[in-house]
């Protein structure tokens, strides 16, 4: 882990555990539509307020962890007058779960027709579903793995 430094005084769930670590630092839901919406150009403050609705105090604790986590950076507006939010690269690393929760989403949260944003790539196509596979290129299920403690 890149940043383990930045971790040492966090009071894990399960400190082994790389799903409960990360969802100990991003799993509340406000910090991941905080995130979809920096992958999806939201820079300021006030942009992230008025795609969310979240209330003012809950997104400056929610953006002051991210920034503490190493998921987000500030820099200067062109301005100088404000700060923007930007994904730094573990923000953007983010980019692949934020999708895997998209498409479970549109396969498990919707009934059939109902209506819900998409997301496209450069084509203009939908996506292509995510599957995880294994170093060979096959793929991997809940039936095919196993977690092993590396000591």
Not at 113 to 126: A, D, I, K, M, T
């Amino acid at each position: 882990m890149a940043h383990a430094a930045r971790f040492v005084d966090m009071d894990w769930t399960d400190a082994s555990c790389p799903v409960a670590r990360t969802l100990d630092l991003v799993g509340d839901r406000w910090i991941l539509l905080i995130v979809r919406d920096a992958m999806d150009g939201a820079r300021s403050f006030s942009d992230f307020q008025h795609r969310t609705g979240i209330a003012r105090n809950i997104l400056s604790d929610r953006l002051r962890r991210l920034l503490e986590r190493g998921v987000l950076d500030r820099q200067p507006a062109p301005s100088g007058r404000r700060q923007l939010y930007v994904l730094t690269d573990a923000g953007r690393d983010l980019f692949a779960v934020i999708v895997a929760m998209r498409q479970w989403g549109e396969r498990h949260a919707f009934g059939p027709g109902e209506s819900h944003s998409v997301l496209v790539g450069e084509s203009g196509l939908p996506l292509a579903e995510l599957r995880p596979t294994d170093s060979r290129g096959s793929t991997a299920t809940v039936d095919t793995t196993t977690v092993v403690r590396e000591d």
